[in-house]
């Protein structure tokens, strides 16, 4: 992080306000936006936990948490087979 931006370590091009990155629960709980989570999961996506939190996960991202995932993964893990899934 450098001031108020998140920078994805695995590649330094990926960047978010922090605003957007961490989010809070009705009672205040901070929690990591899922696609943050899912872009950190994404190197490990053999692992069988990771893929059923993607499908779990994905059909409840909006279009803009989506299209995020997408673009972030395309930048830092061209051809990822999570891209595919993303797109269907």
């Known amino acids: ?6 920078i994805y ?9 922090w605003e957007s990155v961490v989010e809070r629960t009705s009672n205040g709980t901070p929690y990591l936006a899922p696609e943050i989570v899912l872009l950190f999961k ?5 692992q069988e ?3 059923t939190d993607l499908m779990r996960t994905l059909p ?8 995020w995932l997408h673009a972030a993964l395309r930048r ?3 051809g990822h087979e999570w891209i595919a899934l993303i797109d269907s």
């Open 1 to 6: 992080m450098e001031g108020d931006v998140w």
């Open 9 to 17: 370590r695995r590649d330094p091009s990926i960047q978010r306000p």
């Open 42 to 46: 994404a190197p490990h996506a053999r």
């Open 49 to 51: 936990k990771n893929r």
């Open 60 to 67: 409840l991202l909006d279009d803009e948490r989506r299209r």
């Open 76 to 78: 830092a893990h061209p």
